[in-house]
């Protein structure tokens, strides 16, 4: 079998209006798992919020500010996204 | 109540250590914004790139090259913070079933779910760096990663909640405001998080010790003692004196870390002497004086034998903190193989499916 | 039944009890995630514990308030089912007790939220969305347990099987109360029986049905979790916190 619990990159949106932002990732075996886990971690369930989980394996990056050919170990490995881009005003004090 | 008005007199922000997480968001943001020149020039030029990044104060960022002993020292130093969130669940957890009104169970249990989700949090910036979590519990059950030694005291009463809320708390905090400013994106961006949340804990334990300091005779006893017991080991969370730190130089050149353990260590009894005044509490501490000339308190420091006995696996609650963690790892583990196997056939059906 | 006090105290009990049995996870729960999944649902318990019992503390009008009838009653006078004061066990055990309570408690706030009793009404329509929840978290994991692995379908199976006979006192009639609880177990059974069903486990038989919570007639377990929950409380008369 494969990861039993790989990693899954969470997107919220704060309320309507604002798009989708990158807040984070989280382990979880299947995607309902994931949704369940990103609105206790990343939301501590705020009402209303709207979020995506994306298998982090599914993400192909291009980055032109970065020298993917240089790194070792291979670049193309999910867990390099970077997390923890700051959630729009209003998420931050859940 | 308490809010942000612990910081040090001289700090303009005028917002004390919240203030400070805030300015180093805005540094960050400010600081990514700048101008600097494009790519590397070419394989040569890696290690020039990567010192211009860390000279500019800008991110360095996952996939960005990056000195082998740099990645190595964040993965190090990252996991140790994250086991210190999951294992410092423990001492409070303790007293969750014990919480002496509904109230204060409540803001308790939330305060260890927090600690969770921290130490979630940190996993996933150390996973930028290339290891996984599996890895990291796996060195932190096999005692090859450790976790900061003040978790290894137990929690007697009910004010040692109170006392790891504000001087525990307390000490990460003056440890982890600098580290929103550390050179690691990834890793500023998680602590900038966890600073703004942490706030909220150090004034609820600072909220529980002067409720009990200003309670009945036996309450504020409780609290006294706690102050007392507790007192050395945060002195001694900042780590070993500047000139035994082994990891220090190059910490700070990288600007991973930023002040040494004898500035935080310094900054922190600053910081406590008044908030000891206002709670009516005594620290342990005949030595405990203003220096004029130092404009800073001298103050007599903790038993550093006493902290390599704890690193080293003698304290009063290594064993038992370490067999806690082992023992929920072990009985969870037929209930992940379990979602792993539901997942595992769900999307052999989907599979199914689309061949169909 | 005895009034709204007693409705009250009832709910709050079950309420407060179930939180204090899921607070126990916190730090042992299978995975890091979970913990907060589960201390998320302790706290949904815990608040409407809160509320209930400082309502039903008014309504009472003897001057008690949230924290004097949850630290200083004796079992005797705790009217909680038995379902929620039984030990946690195993996970599946856990999520078994979950999914039975939640199941009650989603129609039972949901009927509560359209109540004559204002302060009812608005606890009702807060608690069930948290109890909608609950149910899905529930539902979620004793799916996977019971078509997970064949060693966790067997934990899951024994679990539902295990806490089954405890059901029925939740749904004891009482005509005269705000809501009455069987008129709430068709919904129950319904919803049960399809999580059942998809977790491929089969529905245990009825058959010996304990009770007596309600009267104060409790199990052994719920004085041990009282002695636990109220030591500190108790060791200090009087001092506040």
Redesign the interface.
């Known amino acids: 079998?494969t990861d039993?619990?790989p990693?899954w990159e969470v997107f919220v949106r704060a309320r309507r209006g604002l798009s989708h932002t990158h807040v984070?990732?989280?382990?979880?075996?299947?995607a309902?798992?994931a949704l369940?886990?990103a609105r206790?971690?990343y939301t501590?369930?705020q009402?209303g919020v709207s979020i995506w989980v994306v298998p982090a394996s599914a993400i192909t990056?291009s980055?032109?500010?970065?020298?993917?050919a240089?790194?070792d170990?291979a670049?193309d490995?999910v867990?390099?996204?970077?997390?923890?881009?700051?959630v729009p005003d209003g998420v931050?004090?859940l | 109540m308490y809010g942000n008005d612990f910081g040090a007199p001289e700090e303009a922000s005028g917002g004390g250590l919240l203030g400070e997480v805030e300015a180093a968001e805005a540094a960050l943001r400010e600081a990514a914004a700048r101008q600097r020149r494009g790519l590397p020039a070419s394989d040569d030029d890696l290690a020039g790139f990567f010192a211009e990044i860390v000279e500019a104060d800008q991110k360095i960022e996952p996939r960005d090259w990056m000195p082998e002993a740099y990645r190595k020292t964040l993965i190090r130093q990252i996991a140790q913070h994250a086991h210190s969130e999951i294992i410092g669940m423990q001492p409070e957890g303790n007293w969750i079933s014990r919480a002496p009104s509904l109230k204060r169970k409540a803001i308790l249990l939330a305060k260890v779910q927090d600690e969770a989700g921290h130490g979630l949090y940190l996993y996933a910036a150390a996973e930028t760096l290339g290891i996984s979590r599996d890895e990291l519990v796996d060195l932190l059950l096999d005692g090859r990663q450790k976790y900061s030694s003040i978790f290894n005291y137990p929690t007697l009463t009910w004010a040692d909640v109170g006392a790891i809320g504000w001087l525990v708390d307390g000490a990460a905090i003056v440890n982890q405001v600098p580290l929103c400013r550390c050179s690691y994106g990834p890793y500023a961006r998680a602590m900038i998080r966890i600073c703004k949340e942490e706030s909220f804990h150090q004034r609820q334990g600072y909220e529980i010790l002067h409720t009990l300091a200003h309670g009945t005779p036996e309450q504020k006893a409780m609290a006294q003692d706690a102050l007392d017991r507790w007192w050395y080991p945060s002195l001694a969370m900042f780590g070993p004196p500047d000139g035994e730190s082994t990891h220090s130089t190059q910490s700070m050149a990288w600007k991973i870390k930023r002040f040494s353990n004898d500035e935080l260590r310094q900054r922190f009894v600053d910081m406590c002497v008044q908030q000891a005044e206002i709670l009516g509490l005594t620290i342990p501490d005949p030595g405990l004086r203003w220096n004029d000339e130092r404009q800073a308190y001298d103050y007599t420091q903790p038993d550093y034998d006493e902290l390599m006995r704890v690193i080293k696996g003698d304290g009063p609650c290594n064993r038992e903190r370490m067999a806690h963690r082992r023992r929920a790892h072990a009985d969870g583990a037929w209930v992940r193989e379990a979602a792993a196997a539901y997942a595992g056939k769900r999307a052999a059906e989907k599979k199914e499916k689309v061949a169909a | 039944m005895n009034g709204p006090f007693e409705f009250a105290l009832r709910l709050g009990d079950d309420a407060l009890i179930a939180a204090q049995r899921l607070a126990e996870w916190t730090t042992r729960a299978p995975e890091m995630e979970e913990d907060i999944a589960l201390a998320n649902i302790a706290l949904d318990q815990l608040g409407a514990a809160r509320l209930l019992l400082t309502y039903a503390g008014e309504l009472e009008g003897a001057g008690r308030d949230e924290d004097a009838l949850a630290y200083l009653r004796d079992d005797r006078e705790f009217r909680n089912c038995l379902l929620v004061e039984l030990p946690n066990d195993d996970f599946a055990v856990t999520m078994a007790k979950l999914l039975f309570l939640s199941a009650y408690q989603l129609p039972l706030y949901t009927a509560l939220a359209e109540c004559a009793d204002e302060r009812l009404a608005a606890i009702g329509s807060k608690a069930r969305k948290e109890s909608a929840y609950h149910l899905d978290h529930a539902s979620l994991w004793v799916k996977r347990l019971g078509d997970g692995t064949e060693e966790s379908h067997r934990r899951m199976q024994a679990a539902a099987d295990q806490v089954w006979p405890y059901v029925a006192e939740l749904f004891t009639p009482d005509p005269g109360a705000p809501v009455d609880p069987a008129t709430l177990r068709a919904e129950f059974d319904a919803t049960v029986t399809a999580v059942l069903t998809e977790a491929t486990l089969a529905r245990p038989e009825s058959g010996w049905a304990p009770a007596g919570g309600r009267d104060g007639l409790h199990t052994e377990h719920l004085s041990y979790l009282l002695a636990e929950m109220q030591v500190l409380h108790r060791a200090h008369p009087g001092a506040k916190w």
């Open positions: 079998m039993p619990s990693l984070g990732s989280l382990h979880a075996p299947d309902e798992l369940r886990n206790d971690l501590r369930r009402e990056a980055s032109p500010d970065e020298k993917d240089f790194f170990p670049a490995k867990y390099r996204h970077p997390t923890f881009y700051d931050a004090h």
